[in-house]
């Protein structure tokens, strides 16, 4: 009788099947947001926050949530919810200035803030998960508030600068090409004049090669 081929033993088996159970199904989910949104006081603020996912947006599996901190270690106070459809949450301190402005299929869960106040300033957080991925995703958004634009700097000065060193630049380099092509015809020249002198000795007067010693 042939031997039969041997078997794992079950103890072996069901760790196999907690380790597969246990790993990630595709590649980690990112979110991206800016470290930081400036907004002028009383204006609108745009929270941009958009995710990438091996797997298309089931509205029945999608769980998105906005949570705000006044600082880095206060609590977070729910402020977005997106299952199955998009719910604002916190009605007390924003009201009903809070506007979800995404767009699920183009993976985007970018919201916007009406009427923006010095007390909004803190941190927004954006979490996401899209099932089968297992790994919820995260980013952070720092929110400041200024009452007043800040001045435009005048790049005058600046340009008239860089237009000035590029225009040196540019004649220093016409001016190398300029002399290493006089020096390639001069030397072209030499060579030809040289090559004329060689080609003459071998001649007599008359234009007849020279005759060697009888």
């Known amino acids: ?3 039969g081929r041997p ?9 196999l099947g907690a380790l597969l159970a246990r790993a990630p199904s595709g ?4 979110v991206t947001a800016p470290a930081t949104v400036n907004a002028l006081n009383g204006s609108s603020a745009h929270f941009p926050c958009t995710f990438n996912s091996c797997y298309r947006v ?20 729910m402020l977005l919810q997106f299952k199955s459809k998009v719910v604002p949450v916190e009605q007390i301190r924003f009201g009903n ?6 767009n699920l299929a183009k993976y985007d869960v970018s919201f916007t803030l009406h009427d923006v106040q ?17 790994h919820k995703g995260h980013a952070k958004i720092n929110l400041k508030v200024v ?15 860089g237009a000035s060193v590029g225009g040196f630049l540019a004649m220093v380099i016409l001016a190398l090409v300029v002399v290493k092509c006089l020096r390639r015809r001069k030397q072209q020249k030499l060579n030809t004049d040289d090559q004329k002198t060689e080609e003459e000795g071998k001649t007599d007067g008359e234009g007849n090669p020279e005759e060697g010693p009888k």
């Open 1 to 3: 009788m042939r031997p």
């Open 7 to 15: 078997r794992l033993a079950l103890p072996a088996l069901a760790l």
């Open 27 to 30: 590649l980690a989910m990112e």
């Open 58 to 77: 089931t509205e029945k599996q999608f769980s998105l949530n906005w949570t705000y901190q006044e600082c880095g270690n206060c609590t977070e106070v």
């Open 97 to 102: 200035r809070v506007k979800f402005t995404g």
């Open 118 to 134: 010095l007390e909004d300033e803190g941190l927004y957080n954006c979490y996401v998960l899209n099932p089968p991925d297992r």
């Open 147 to 161: 009452t007043e634009v800040p001045p435009e700097r005048d790049s005058t000065v600046a340009v008239i600068v």
